[in-house]
Structure formats: structure tokens, C-alpha cells
């Protein structure tokens, strides 16, 4: 029970970052590998101010949703004036920027070392794994009815309609750059409550466990699971952090399991494109 517990955290916890990339990827069409930046401000937040400043675990979450919204804010300066192959490559560079300050300001982060002994949130409840996982429930259940709430309304349509065709929809007045840049800033302190609830169950940190390979994990499994669906994003999750542990449970040592998936992450991906590219479940094709 405990087992499965744990992977339903991780799989919650994934989830919120999947329903959030695919606020941006799916239904505004744009393809970003900075998601990992944005995880990251959400775990180093709760790992240093609950650490060091014995801030409370909620408060700091808090922050760093709002540390990630700054950070969304000014890079989607820049990235909303692009979209297609550009923007995708604009956001690698905001991901190696945020990689490469994790690893060398190291009195703040303590660089490759990383940050451990990241207390849980106070409370008897949250220090089983069946509590984690519904605090981590609680969480994911929020941001997905928000999400649904955003792409159900108005604004959401606009943001097909930019999809679809950016400057048919700018004949009409709507300022594409403005809706670009709030939906990027949404999903970015999505993401960071994510990274808050990785920091405090796994109790240790460093920059390896946000760096590009994460965010194209994820988005690899918002692809799979299928752009613009909110229940894909889950789907692809829970098949992407399944898909290990049923390599272990066939024979495979841990340690080539963990190399064997990066290839059947790949396999998966080109898979995808020829044969059905938009996921799973999804509705619309990159």
C-alpha cells in the first residue's frame, strides 16, 4: 500500500506539471522546454526558506508560485514575441539560464550539492506517505479545475483561436502577445507548486532534478497523453512513471531501467509524430 502510495504522489505531482504545460503547449500551441525552470523555483523556495528561515511549508509554496510568476513574467517579455521553432528554442535558453544559476549560486542553492533535509509540512497527517498523497491530491484537483475553468472560457477560446492562427485573430484586436504572456505565467506558478510538493516529499534537491532532460520528460508526456486534453496530461503522466516500474517488475535491474526508459521515451516520441500526433487522447497535432 505503501508502494502504491508513493506512486500515486509521484504521478499527482507530475500531473500538475502536465495539466499546466498543457495550458501552453496545447491550447496556445506553444511548445516550451522551460517547464523545469519553473519547477525548480517552486522546490528551492520550500527547501530554503523552510529550511533556513523556518518559514511555514504553505507560505513558502505561496512564494514560490509567486517567485515563478516574476520569473514567467520577464522571460515571457521575450518569448511572447515568438512562436513556433523560435519560441521553443527561446524557452531551452530560459531553462539553461535557470540551470546554470542553480549550479553556481551556491551560497543560495548550494550549487551541484543540492539542498537535503527538507522537512514535510507540519502536521501528523503529512508525515505518512497516504497523507503526502492527499495533500499532493488536494493540490493537483485545484490547478486541474482552474485549467478547466481557463480553457472553458472566453479567454481560453482566444487562446485556440492564437493557435490556430495568430494573425486572424489579431484583425480582431486581441493583443496575442498579452495572452501568450499570461498563459505562461499561469502555467509557470502551476508548476512551481509542484516543485513544492517534490521538495518537501523527497526531501532533497538539486539542479540535475530540474534540468532539460525534465522538461522534456514532461513534455513528452503531455504529447503522449495528448495536447489540448486536460485528462491526457494525467494519462501521459501515469503511463510515463508506470512505464519503470513495470521494467523493474519484468526483470530489468534497476540501474538499466532507468537508461532503457530514456529510449522508450524517445522511441515513444518519434512513434507519436509519425502515427498519431496528437497523443493518445489529444486534439490538436503539433
Not at 90 to 114: D, E, H, K, R, Y
Not at 239 to 251: I, K, Q, T
Amino acid at each position: 500500500m505503501e508502494y502504491l502510495a508513493h506512486l500515486a504522489v509521484v504521478i499527482g505531482i507530475y500531473g500538475i506539471l502536465t495539466t499546466s504545460l498543457n495550458l501552453v503547449s496545447g491550447y496556445a500551441g506553444l511548445v516550451t522546454l522551460s517547464h523545469g525552470a519553473f519547477y525548480a523555483a517552486g522546490a528551492y523556495a520550500v527547501a530554503i526558506l523552510t529550511k533556513f528561515h523556518g518559514v511555514n511549508f504553505f507560505a513558502a509554496m505561496v512564494v514560490g508560485a509567486l517567485v515563478a510568476a516574476v520569473l514567467a513574467a520577464v522571460f515571457g517579455v521575450v518569448l511572447s514575441r515568438f512562436r513556433g521553432d523560435y519560441y521553443l528554442l527561446v524557452s531551452i535558453g530560459v531553462q539553461f539560464i535557470a540551470t546554470i544559476t542553480l549550479l553556481n549560486w551556491q551560497s543560495f542553492t548550494n550549487g551541484p550539492f543540492g539542498i537535503s533535509g527538507i522537512a514535510r509540512p507540519a502536521g501528523e497527517i503529512f508525515q505518512s506517505t497516504l497523507g503526502y498523497l492527499l495533500l499532493t491530491a488536494i493540490i493537483f484537483a485545484l490547478v486541474y479545475i482552474v485549467a478547466r475553468h481557463l480553457v472553458g472560457s472566453p479567454y481560453g477560446r482566444v487562446l485556440k483561436a492564437i493557435r490556430e492562427d495568430e494573425e486572424a485573430i489579431r484583425v480582431f484586436g486581441y493583443r496575442t502577445e498579452w495572452f501568450k504572456h499570461s498563459i505562461y505565467v499561469m502555467s509557470a506558478m502551476m508548476a512551481a507548486l509542484a516543485g513544492a510538493l517534490f521538495a518537501a516529499y523527497f526531501s532533497f534537491i538539486d539542479p540535475w532534478s530540474f534540468a532539460i532532460a525534465e522538461s522534456i520528460l514532461i513534455l513528452v508526456m503531455v504529447i503522449l497523453g495528448g495536447l489540448a486534453n486536460l485528462k491526457g496530461s494525467l494519462l501521459g503522466a501515469v503511463v510515463l512513471v508506470l512505464l519503470p516500474e513495470f521494467l523493474r517488475f519484468v526483470g530489468f535491474a534497476p540501474e538499466i531501467a532507468a537508461h532503457t526508459r530514456l529510449g522508450i521515451y524517445g522511441l515513444l516520441l518519434i512513434l507519436l509524430m509519425l502515427y498519431r500526433p496528437q497523443g493518445l487522447i489529444g486534439e490538436y497535432k503539433l
